[in-house]
């Protein structure tokens, strides 16, 4: 009762100012304890705060959430293709896309009708299946990249790292989207990633509000029974930093030693990598939504004991410069495995080789 008193009182006439006007007020919607950064450009935010957070008021009175969601997508539309308009042989954009197994495959084929959608720009996409034996031989458009990645031991967790390193060794793009199987992208994403990319930065990230809808919702939007609008989101994050969808020029990709391969398993990876990336022009002003479809957690990610979490928290330690001399003193994206599988029996792990002299 508290909470909803405390809705109704302070947050709901924020929501209805900012929703209610013609422009794109609604942008500036954040927790009453939080402090948002408008872009030069004045359309966008960066949250002045580490990381991201979840918008408190739609959990309470999720019809806030809904009419957020409507007037972001009436802005920002996310629409279905089978096929991209222009295709060409060298892209303005490639999207990475890492996969293993079946149950995320209608995730995976909304997603890349989605990206297929975009406008304005020329795409390719590469998907890299990370599994024993392939799934999606014969279920992917014909205009998707497929590479089959078997990983050098069965028993190996899924590394996500490797999957973009691999996509990222093959992409004919000057400019890489790291982009998740599950997350919907409005129509002039990639547009507005490559507007931004010629204004001279080299990070990109433009999700403002990313909407996380609930396992019922997305099984009937990924069945075709019902559209994003039709039910409240579960949850909306603001401005993800590093994971879920980040833009980056192939030759910054390249420039900071790529993803680090020694993430095996789920986890920290993302973080570890924005953090060197910050060695970089980022331009970190949220504009546009996304849509995140629902999966069940991944094994062990936020557990405390999850090894690939203790890996970033020691990684962190290290100077980002020395971090990426190490990345790229070695080899990434090769086919037969993670770099840190196949040097942990020639040499020392990668905290060692971190703290040498």
């Not at 019809?63 to 629409?79: E, F, K, Q, T």
């Not at 890349?112 to 590469?126: G, M, P, Y």
């Not at 590479?147 to 999957?163: A, E, G, K, N, V």
């Not at 980002?320 to 790229?328: F, G, P, T």
Request: overall charge neutral.
């Amino acid at each position: 009762m508290k909470q909803l008193l405390g809705a109704l009182l302070f947050d709901v006439p924020r929501y209805v100012w900012a929703l209610s006007r013609g422009d794109r007020a609604y942008l500036s919607i954040h927790n009453r304890s939080e402090t948002l950064e408008p872009s030069p450009t004045g359309i966008g935010f960066r949250c002045l705060w580490q990381w991201t957070s979840e918008l408190h008021a739609p959990k309470i009175l999720p019809a806030l959430g809904r009419w957020l969601m409507r007037n972001s997508l009436r802005d920002s539309p996310i629409v279905r293709s089978q096929t991209p308009p222009r295709i060409a042989p060298n892209p303005d954009v490639t999207f990475v896309i890492g996969h293993r197994g079946q149950s995320r495959l209608p995730h995976l084929l909304a997603t890349l009708e989605s990206i297929a959608a975009q406008r304005d720009v020329t795409i390719e996409c590469i998907v890299v299946e990370q599994d024993t034996e392939s799934q999606l031989v014969g279920r992917l458009p014909t205009w998707v990249c497929h590479i089959h990645l078997p990983p050098p031991r069965d028993d190996l967790p899924y590394c996500r790292s490797w999957t973009f390193n691999v996509a990222a060794n093959q992409a004919h793009g000057r400019i890489l989207i790291l982009h998740d199987n599950d997350m919907l992208v409005p129509c002039q994403y990639a547009s507005r990633v490559v507007e931004r990319v010629a204004s001279g930065f080299e990070v990109v990230n433009l999700k403002r509000f990313v909407f996380y809808l609930s396992e019922s919702h997305t099984k009937k939007i990924v069945s075709g029974d019902q559209d994003v609008l039709s039910q409240a989101p579960e949850s909306i994050i603001q401005n993800l930093e590093g994971g879920g969808s980040v833009a980056i020029s192939a030759e910054a990709f390249d420039r900071i030693g790529g993803m680090d391969e020694a993430f095996v398993g789920w986890g920290g990876e993302d973080n570890e990598f924005w953090e060197r990336a910050g060695t970089l022009a980022v331009w970190p002003y949220g504009e546009l939504p996304i849509v995140h479809l629902w999966h069940a957690a991944q094994p062990r990610k936020q557990d405390a004991d999850n090894p690939t979490l203790k890996l970033y928290a020691d990684l962190a330690k290290a100077p980002v410069a020395q971090r990426i001399a190490a990345l790229r003193a070695r080899r990434r994206g090769s086919l037969h495995g993670p770099s840190s599988i196949e040097a942990s029996a020639q040499q020392p792990n990668l905290n060692e080789s971190l703290n040498a002299p």
